[in-house]
T-cell receptor, first 111, second 114 residues
Framework: KQEVTQIPAALSVPEGENLVLNCSFT??????LQWFRQDPGKGLTSLLL?????REQTSGRLNASLDKSSGRSTLYIAASQPGDSATYLC??????????FGKGITLSVRP | DAGITQSPRHKVTETGTPVTLRCHQT?????MYWYRQDPGHGLRLIHY???????DKGEVSDGYSVSRSKTEDFLLTLESATSSQTSVYFC?????????????FGPGTRLTVL
């Protein structure tokens, strides 16, 4: 059974800092890995999707990498801003064509 | 934003009563999903649909049923609600499925079962 782990559960950084959020998964047989953002009381918003054949994807200040063989992904946020404060979830799509989610990392960016 | 609405947005009900949650999309996407989100468990898939009248179970399907009679609507029914079904329920849609596509999420329904 696929398990997705995100550690730590919470992170607080000062504004302007570059930061890395980590995600690990137990079964490397995946179709893709996705990063989502969730604001309090809201639904999830897709940030980046990396297909299993890709190594990374970039969108603005966000860069996500995937190392399928080691079961790891990172989400890099450059020059963090208070508006980046949210919970970030990663999810993997496996052989059952369903998404398995991590529990998320709650990020707080202090002004 | 993807055109996904969920109704109701909030509901309080009593143990043993039936409850139906509705997800409506205007994107004509083939795949629709129901998740529940609980502290300490994250998001877990309840049921999903890969077409009209085509549905399958997810990780936590016990106590839930679904129906999809039209492309745009996906209903989640709790036949006899229990306190353990108190949760936030999210609907999601996808054009080509989880193997290739991202999923777009609705705003959620907060359900409290007393």
């Amino acid at each position: 059974k696929q398990e997705v782990t995100q550690i730590p559960a919470a992170l607080s950084v000062p504004e302007g800092e570059n930061l890395v959020l980590n995600c690990s998964f137990t079964d490397s047989a995946i179709y893709n890995l996705q990063w989502f953002r969730q604001d309090p009381g809201k639904g999830l918003t897709s940030l980046l999707l990396i297909q299993s054949s890709q190594r990374e994807q970039t969108s603005g200040r966000l860069n996500a990498s995937l190392d399928k063989s080691s079961g790891r992904s990172t989400l890099y946020i450059a020059a963090s801003q208070p508006g980046d404060s949210a919970t970030y979830l990663c999810a993997v799509s496996g052989a059952n064509s369903k998404l398995t989610f991590g529990k998320g990392i709650t990020l707080s960016v202090r002004p | 934003d993807a055109g996904i609405t969920q109704s109701p947005r909030h509901k309080v009900t009593e143990t043993g009563t039936p409850v139906t949650l509705r997800c409506h999309q205007t994107e004509n996407h083939r795949y629709m999903y129901w998740y529940r989100q609980d502290p300490g468990h994250g998001l877990r898939l309840i049921h999903y649909s890969y077409g009209v009248k085509d549905t399958d179970k997810g990780e936590v399907s016990d106590g839930y049923s679904v129906s999809r009679s039209k492309t745009e609507d996906f209903l989640l029914t709790l036949e006899s609600a229990t306190s353990s079904q108190t949760s936030v329920y999210f609907c999601a849609i996808s054009e080509r499925g989880a193997r290739t596509d991202t999923q777009y999420f609705g705003p959620g329904t907060r359900l409290t079962v007393l």
